[in-house]
């Protein structure tokens, strides 16, 4: 199988800048920031999108979230941030490797478009 985009920043085949890494997954700075803090978080496995992760994947998935929430912390987000995952074409999803938007240091509207 072809490697995801994703993929191939995380092997440094295409460059990127990833602001933190661990064996379960990579918080990537977005290419075209949507707030002044927007952080991909992206598990190492290539899952293509939430809805087709299964059971074994659930510990990956949570990961995602604490990994998401401790580097708020880290960023001094304390007034809030927002979380986003994207799921088919209807979500607004373009890149089918599953990813945690990680928003923040602005006020973030709702309801998003
Ligand atoms: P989504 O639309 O939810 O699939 O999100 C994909 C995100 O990937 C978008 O916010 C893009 O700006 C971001 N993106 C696309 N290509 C790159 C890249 N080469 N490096 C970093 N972020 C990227």
Redesign the pocket.
Same mark, same amino acid.
């Given at each position: 199988m072809e490697k995801t985009?994703f993929e191939k920043?995380m092997t440094g085949e295409?460059p990127?800048?990833i602001e933190y890494e661990d064996d379960l997954c990579i918080a990537?700075?977005? &290419? =075209?920031?949507?707030a002044p803090i927007?952080l991909?978080i992206i598990p190492r496995k290539p899952i293509p999108r939430v809805g087709e992760a299964s059971k074994e994947d659930q510990a990956t998935l949570g990961h995602l979230l604490l990994t998401a929430g401790q580097i708020a912390k880290n960023l001094n987000l304390e007034n809030g941030f927002r979380i986003? &995952? =994207?799921n088919g074409e209807d979500?607004?999803?373009?890149?089918?490797h599953l990813?945690v938007?990680l928003l923040g240091g602005r006020q973030l509207d709702w309801p998003p478009g």
């Open positions: 985009l920043i295409i990127g800048q990537l700075r977005d &290419i =075209n920031p949507q927007h991909l986003v &995952i =994207n979500g607004g999803e373009t890149v089918p990813h938007h």
